[in-house]
């Protein structure tokens, strides 16, 4: 319970008047209030009715002396402080005072600083014991919500259908889920911990990446990816992992909340399966279709109307998108089903891109645009990649650029090294790209359609097959883009472990091109 000056009581007990009427006067000034009593039974009564904080009492008095009060004012409640007066000020009566409980005493006759001294001690003394009490309280109330919280947690995480795991720095397990343990087929191991994270999973891909996030020697702490891997039983997980860290930015450990991604993986796996199947069945019978139509306008010799001619174009181009489609999906079901980018070769990037841009040059020549390759003047070093992959990148990327940019636009190619990484940009001074379309460019079949684009032929897997190449061979890909203005797509490819081949030794099959 909180006290102020405005509520502590004092109570000033002795017989002669003077001297109560005047230590009335000086503590009311100092903003106490004040109960008087000329005797010592009298003080009691009054101290059965009141709370009272502090007690002046006099020792000698008629009655009950004043030591005789001091004993009953401390049986009944202890906490009371006693300052005695007495006119006997000899260091045997402080004493025997001090030794009965007395808080201290003051001599008759007192000047009032002298009493006010002493009154202000004991009130500093009665609001630190006060402070101190609602601290303890509060410690107490702090550790009931701590023991609270921490079984709210613990059941929140043992509730949670996902695996939850945490380690420490070296990678030693300090908490797991139930779901953890049977996602893994280990619910025999109890919810047993301190054991290291490759007891529990036996994938090193996974192992080597807790180790790497729980020390924060990732390169990309913010940005860090999901982690699939399999288990013996043919079940597919993906682990997503993030760092924990301390109140000093320290490493503690990691947190893994593991998925079972099984069905996804089973029907994306039957999805691949059936759009490869159609695809193949339809893309013979389109490319006779085709054949057939491009034959008989062949033949046409000017016989037929322009109607028909016109007619027979357009079922001539149809198809011709069709079978293009066709071929898209085929190839993005082998890069889903991860049948590319197995055979890794040197590439020289530089000689790819000039072979890319001079077979494209002919379509852009044909709208009046005008193709720019810029390389640096030292010839690229190698890159260990899939030439295919990277052929079909590019590819994409650069007549992506050429289709919407106006007549008479530019594109401009640049390659250069930047750190450990090969950077290719490709730019344009086109129609650009809504900023609000941008995180959707890479996805399946989505196109931009405008008053600009609405003639543009495509498929929409061109940017998700160069995405898909590109997550295969470690590269990554961003954009920049502004209606009107034009887009710049930056392709990073990783070859610093390459790259330091090759400058002497011949047998790496790397080097400089």
């Given at each position: 319970m909180k006290k102020n000056q405005d509520t502590i009581h004092v109570?000033?007990?002795?017989?002669?008047?003077?001297?109560?009427?005047?230590?009335?006067?000086?503590?009311?000034?100092?903003?106490?209030?004040?109960?008087?009593?000329?005797?010592?039974?009298?003080?009691?009564?009054i101290l059965d009715r009141e709370e009272v904080s502090i007690v002046l009492l006099d020792l000698k008095m008629p009655g009950l002396d004043g030591m005789q009060v001091l004993m009953r004012i401390k049986e009944k409640?202890?906490?009371?402080?006693?300052?005695?007066?007495?006119?006997?000020?000899?260091?045997?009566?402080?004493?025997?005072?001090?030794?009965?409980g007395a808080y201290d005493f003051i001599a008759k006759p007192f000047e009032p600083e002298h009493l006010r001294i002493i009154v202000n001690r004991a009130l500093d003394k009665i609001r630190l014991t006060i402070e101190a009490k609602l601290l303890e309280l509060e410690r107490k109330r702090t550790l009931a919500d701590l023991g609270t919280e921490k079984s709210r947690i613990r059941t929140i995480i043992e509730s949670l259908p996902n695996g939850i795991v945490v380690t420490n720095s070296t990678g030693q397990v300090a908490l797991m889920n139930p779901a953890f343990l049977k996602l893994l087929g280990m619910e025999s191991c109890a919810n047993s911990t301190d054991e290291h994270i490759e007891h529990y999973v036996k994938d090193e891909g996974f192992c080597s990446l807790v180790m790497r996030i729980s020390q924060c020697?990732?390169?990309?702490?913010?940005?860090?990816?999901?982690?699939?891997?399999?288990?013996?039983?043919?079940?597919?997980?993906?682990?997503?992992?993030?760092?924990?860290?301390g109140d000093e930015n320290e490493c503690l450990g990691a947190v893994i909340s593991l998925e079972d991604?099984?069905?996804?993986?089973?029907?994306?796996?039957?999805?691949?399966?059936?759009?490869?199947?159609?695809?193949?069945?339809?893309?013979s019978p389109l490319s006779t279709i085709h054949e057939q139509l491009a034959s008989v306008l062949n033949d046409m010799a000017g016989g037929e109307s322009d109607d028909e001619r016109q007619l027979l174009s357009r079922a001539k181009e149809k198809t011709s998108g069709l079978i293009s489609l066709i071929g898209d999906l085929l190839d993005l079901s082998r890069i889903e089903a991860g049948m590319v980018c197995n055979e890794l070769k040197p590439v020289c990037v530089d000689t790819l891109l000039k072979n890319i841009v001079d077979f494209l040059g002919t379509r852009a020549k044909g709208k009046q645009q005008s193709i720019i390759l810029n390389l640096p003047e030292t010839a690229l070093p190698s890159a260990q990649s899939d030439p295919l992959a990277l052929e079909s990148i590019f590819g994409n990327l650069i007549a992506n650029a050429i289709n919407y940019t106006q007549e008479g636009g530019e594109i401009i190619v640049t390659a250069f090294i930047e750190g450990e990484n090969l950077v290719v940009e490709i730019k344009d001074n086109g129609f650009g790209?809504?900023?609000?379309?941008?995180?959707?460019?890479?996805?399946?079949?989505?196109?931009?359609?405008?008053?600009?684009?609405r003639f543009i032929t495509g498929t929409g897997l061109g940017l998700p097959i160069v995405k898909g190449l590109l997550d295969d061979i470690g590269g990554s890909i961003s954009v920049e883009s502004l209606p009107d203005i034009g887009s710049a797509?930056?392709?990073?490819?990783?070859?610093?472990?390459?790259?330091?081949?090759?400058?002497?030794?011949?047998?790496?099959?790397?080097g400089v091109c």
């Open positions: 109570l000033v007990v002795d017989d002669e008047e003077g001297i109560r009427a005047g230590a009335e006067r000086i503590l009311i000034r100092m903003g106490l209030k004040v109960i008087t009593a000329e005797r010592g039974d009298k003080a009691l009564d409640n202890p906490d009371i402080l006693v300052i005695v007066i007495t006119g006997y000020a000899t260091v045997e009566t402080a004493i025997e005072a001090m030794k009965q020697s990732y390169d990309e702490a913010g940005n860090i990816p999901a982690y699939e891997f399999s288990t013996d039983e043919e079940k597919f997980l993906m682990a997503r992992i993030r760092p924990v860290v991604i099984t069905a996804l993986k089973m029907l994306d796996r039957l999805k691949s399966e059936f759009v490869a199947k159609v695809s193949h069945e339809l893309r790209i809504d900023p609000k379309y941008i995180d959707k460019i890479f996805d399946k079949f989505f196109r931009i359609k405008n008053e600009k684009t797509f930056k392709v990073l490819l990783p070859f610093g472990e390459y790259r330091n081949r090759g400058s002497g030794v011949g047998d790496q099959g790397s």
